[in-house]
């Protein structure tokens, strides 16, 4: 598949062709730039790995959420560490997920 980028806004679009406009910001047709084939293929990969981590992300989320329960119920003091433990490695993991995507971005294989 065929990508395009916008000049204006960074936009990403698949298609044969450009847009007649951007559908972000507005921009003509003429603002696109066609994406060479290498750089395509590393936007396709990291479109599935990012998909993974914004995955990964929300079940992280999740799992702070029950944490926080089981806090809130002042459990026994085991249950209650191990609930620590888990709000503060999955911090870490959320925030380390966020580092990587804005890595991805910074390299534009993001889109």
Request: proline share 5%; with cysteine; glycine share 8%.
């Amino acid at each position: 598949m065929t990508m395009w980028k916008c000049g204006v806004c960074g936009y990403i679009h698949d298609g044969d062709n450009a847009p007649d406009k951007c559908p972000k910001c507005g921009a003509p047709k003429e603002k696109f730039a066609k994406i060479e084939t290498e750089s395509a293929t590393l936007i396709e990969k990291s479109r599935k790995t990012n998909e993974m981590h914004i995955a990964i992300s929300g079940f992280m989320k999740k799992s702070q959420k029950w944490a926080k329960k089981i806090k809130e119920e002042n459990l026994d003091p085991p249950c209650v560490a191990l609930a620590d433990k888990v709000l503060k490695d999955t911090n870490e993991i959320i925030q380390a997920i966020k580092a990587e995507l804005e890595g991805h971005m910074k390299k534009g294989k993001w889109g």
